[in-house]
């Protein structure tokens, strides 16, 4: 493929007017061409119609509107849709299309492959290609058929987010700014298993849902199956979230796993209730989909119905996640692009 020329797409309007002046354009000019980017949706710079013909032609000659359509798509039997977006760097990602009665959220990936290797996630068995641009990140929701009907988005596709936080921070700030989509921060989640001083600086720079990746509330255990616990400890995350306030509008989760004995006991349960006491907060019990070369399996209903309502009953706001496009391989943690890329080389 060749050398793709540099996306507009993930560009703030004062970006956009320095841009504008370096091509000897009027500074103006970087307003309209965020307006035609943000309000328009333009897919061509030639659609730009109140740009001069000169201008648009000297803006093409070095950039591009950054926006391609889905090169795949499979639909799941519950209406859920797993597209394969193209990026920038000629790689692949997935993003989940969930659909949910009068809420419509999407699942947008921030890297292609993952360097944190969880044990239960097919992602991370890709091993880490790249960081997507912030231009990747919004192309699929920019590129999304549904993207009319999106209700909310939530960073857990493929990637850690932490790990691309400049492109990530840049993306939420085109969705929440006035001049972008101008969604409340509220419609945002954005996930993390943790990495020191990049989630501090989320926190402290956006008002984006935050959703943490638990799995275990045991340090050796939790490290086993996340390595990132090496680097930041689930005790150290927690310690971090009592310095913000989740009282209000904005939300705290922890996304758990539960896998047949292994972190479905009452000592795990215990455990969970003693470290987030004194956090508002809820926590997401989400069911376990096998991944091939991985021997751990998912626990059943009775046990995960167990775990939640002992956490409910000792004052964790506990639910049990509805499962989503596990046939189409499009369930939390089966998320990989290894294979496709393979097959369009």
């Known amino acids: 493929m060749a050398d793709r020329k540099k996306a507009l797409l993930g560009m703030s309007p004062g970006e956009l007017k320095v841009l504008a002046t370096r091509l000897g354009m009027p500074a103006f000019t970087g307003g309209q061409i965020a307006l035609w980017l943000y309000k328009g949706h333009v897919t061509s710079i030639d659609d730009m ?6 201008n648009r032609e000297r803006l093409a000659e070095e950039y591009e509107v950054g926006c391609m359509p889905p090169a795949d798509s ?13 990026t920038c760097g000629d790689k692949y990602v ?16 921030s890297q292609v492959g993952c ?10 068995k890709q091993g880490f290609e790249g960081n997507l641009s912030a231009a990747d990140i919004l192309n699929q929701i920019y590129s ?22 400049d492109n990530v921070m840049k993306a939420t700030e085109v969705l929440t700014a006035d001049y972008g ?18 989630l501090k600086r989320f926190l402290d720079e956006s008002d984006c849902h935050v959703a943490i990746s638990m799995h275990s509330p045991l340090h050796e255990q939790r490290a086993m199956l996340m390595p990132a616990e090496r680097g930041m400890p689930l005790a150290d995350i927690i310690a971090l979230m009592h310095n913000y306030d989740f009282s209000h509008q904005r939300r705290l989760s922890f996304e758990y796993i539960v896998f047949d004995g292994v972190n479905d006991s009452p000592v795990h349960a215990r455990e969970i209730v003693k470290l987030l006491g004194g956090l508002e907060c809820r926590v997401n019990l989400i069911r376990f989909h096998k991944i091939p070369g991985v021997d751990l399996h998912g626990a059943d209903d009775k046990k995960m119905t167990a775990l939640r309502d002992y956490l409910t009953r000792h004052g964790v706001f506990t639910t049990i996640r509805a499962s989503r496009g596990q046939d189409i391989y ?5 998320l990989s692009t290894a294979k496709k890329e393979q097959e369009l080389r």
């Open 49 to 54: 119609s109140n740009i001069s013909k000169a």
């Open 74 to 86: 499979m639909r799941s039997a519950d209406g859920t849709v797993k597209y394969l977006f193209p």
């Open 94 to 109: 997935e993003t989940v299309y969930i659909p949910d009665n009068d809420r419509a959220t999407l699942c947008v990936s």
């Open 115 to 124: 360097k944190m290797n969880c044990l239960f996630c097919q992602t991370g």
């Open 144 to 165: 999304l058929p549904e993207r009319d009907k999106l209700t909310n988005i939530v960073f857990m596709g493929q990637g850690e987010p932490m790990d691309n936080i």
């Open 181 to 198: 989509y101008a969604w409340s921060p509220k419609r945002i989640t954005v996930s993390s298993v943790g990495v020191k001083n990049k």
């Open 330 to 334: 499009a369930a939390c943690g089966l």
